[in-house]
């Protein structure tokens, strides 16, 4: 996270693809079975370090993306951002699955058989190296594009506390507004729910509430009364917290934090969330 999600990630496709060409090796040398076997259980290993890294560090982007989109457009999608990750997921190894079948397929391979035809060995081989490389290729070339980092999120952090305690757009300072809007790929003026993907909700109308210190549906607490909850006990705050996620609050009178309240709360959110 201190120098960002892409160069690890790189460096793990970048072990992907040297197994997969290892693996490859293995095959086109028609090394003896003994040294074979020892060869593929180590390349397996650094196989498996890769496919760690390649399967982890995307969910670990996935927590920080929903701060970034929050400053896009004003509301938390963390549920929509999972949901959409393992769907798009699903799909794109169906799809592999099926091209892989019917590549397998035109070159002779039959499911139930012992031994496979010549023309099928040489596309299994073709199909798991250049296939893998090609995927990794153009996983590398997306994932340059991410510039979040730990200084960046942090930026992103303190401008949604910013807006969130009442202050205005117009006051962002200049240096915020180049990570913002190299994070995010629009203008600042187009951020919070005013870009022109957002011109029939009602998501602008929910920020200029925000700079003016209103009360609203997803922050019930104007600015003296944020300043307020911020001079609250830890545990009030949590239960702040609470209260501004269901929209039960509307004065800062906070009751004292209860685990089993915070619990159920949390509970019922959870719930709705997985519908």
């Known amino acids: 996270m201190k120098k960002g999600f892409s160069k690890p990630y790189i460096m793990a496709l970048s072990v992907v693809i040297f197994a ?3 693996y490859t090796s293995l095959w086109f040398f028609h090394l003896p079975a003994h040294l074979a076997t ?4 180590g390349i397996t290993v650094l196989f498996g370090l890769g496919t760690g890294g ?18 896009y457009t004003g509301r938390r999608r963390e ?3 999972a949901g959409a990750m393992t769907f798009s997921g699903k799909i794109l190894r169906s799809i592999i699955v099926f091209v892989m079948g019917a590549v397998l397929s035109y070159y002779g391979f039959q499911s139930k ?3 496979q035809p010549e023309s099928a060995v040489n596309a299994i081989a073709v199909v798991f190296c250049a296939g893998v490389a090609l995927l990794a290729l153009a996983a590398i070339v997306f994932s340059k594009q991410m510039k979040l980092d730990r200084k960046t999120h942090l930026i992103v952090l303190q401008e949604v506390a910013r807006i969130k305690a009442g202050g205005k757009l117009e006051d962002i300072a200049p240096e915020v507004r180049v990570v913002v809007e190299d994070l995010v790929g629009h203008r600042y003026e187009e951020c919070w729910g005013n870009s022109r993907l957002f011109k029939n909700e009602q998501t602008p109308a929910v920020v200029e ?3 003016a210190g209103a009360k609203h549906p997803w922050n019930p607490f104007t600015v003296p009364e944020a300043a307020a909850v911020a001079g609250c006990p830890p545990g009030a705050k949590r239960w ?3 209260l501004r996620i269901t929209g039960a609050a509307t004065t800062p009178s906070l009751p004292p934090f209860s685990s089993t ?3 159920a709360t949390f509970g019922f959110l959870y719930g709705a969330n997985a519908v």
Request: hydrophobic share 60%.
């Open 113 to 115: 058989a012992h031994v």
């Open 261 to 263: 309240n915070a619990t």
């Open 79 to 81: 549920g929509i951002y």
């Open 20 to 22: 997969v060409f290892l």
């Open 240 to 242: 702040s917290r609470i």
């Open 38 to 41: 020892i060869l593929m259980f």
């Open 54 to 71: 390649v399967y982890y560090i995307p969910w670990t982007v996935y927590t920080f993306l929903a701060d970034v989109d929050e400053i």
């Open 209 to 211: 509430a925000v700079s």
